[in-house]
Nanobody, 125 residues
Framework: QVQLVESGGGLVQTGGSLKLSCAAS????????MGWFRQVLGKEREFVAA????????YYADSVKGRFIISRDNAENTLYLQMNSLKPEDTAVYYC??????????????????WGRGTQVTVSS
C-alpha cells in the first residue's frame, strides 16, 4: 500500500504559476503509473495529467495541454505538476493518484488504486 500527500497549492492570480508535489511512501513508487485529477465542489473529479511508471510517457487533458507539465522523480518518490498560465477555471482541489503494477498510464480515475487527500488551488481573476 502507498500513501500519497499533496502539497504546493495556494492562491495565485490569473496568469501565474504553481508547482504541486505529491510525496509517496513506500519503495514501489517507481512501479506506479501516476496521475493528477481535480475536482470542484459539486462536480465530478476530472482528469488533468498522467505519467507512466518510467516517466517516459505523459498525457494531458485538452484543457491543460501546453500549460501544465507532469513529471516524477523516482529516486525521491515524488510526483510533480507544474502549472503555468493559470486561469480562474483551473480553481479546484487537486489530487494525485497511483495505479500499481507497472500498468500503462491512464486517464480513467476508476483504474487508480490510491489517492491523496488533495490540495486546494485557487486562481483569482
Amino acid at each position: 500500500q502507498v500513501q500519497l500527500v499533496e502539497s504546493g497549492g495556494g492562491l495565485v492570480q490569473t496568469g501565474g504559476s504553481l508547482k504541486l508535489s505529491c510525496a509517496a511512501s513506500g519503495r514501489t513508487f517507481k512501479t506506479y503509473a501516476m496521475g493528477w485529477f481535480r475536482q470542484v465542489l459539486g462536480k465530478e473529479r476530472e482528469f488533468v495529467a498522467a505519467i507512466s511508471w518510467s516517466g517516459g510517457s505523459t498525457y494531458y487533458a485538452d484543457s491543460v495541454k501546453g500549460r501544465f507539465i507532469i513529471s516524477r522523480d523516482n529516486a525521491e518518490n515524488t510526483l510533480y505538476l507544474q502549472m503555468n498560465s493559470l486561469k480562474p477555471e483551473d480553481t479546484a482541489v487537486y489530487y494525485c493518484a497511483a495505479e500499481e503494477g507497472m500498468a500503462p498510464l491512464t486517464w480513467h480515475r476508476e483504474e487508480y488504486d490510491y489517492w491523496g487527500r488533495g490540495t486546494q488551488v485557487t486562481v483569482s481573476s
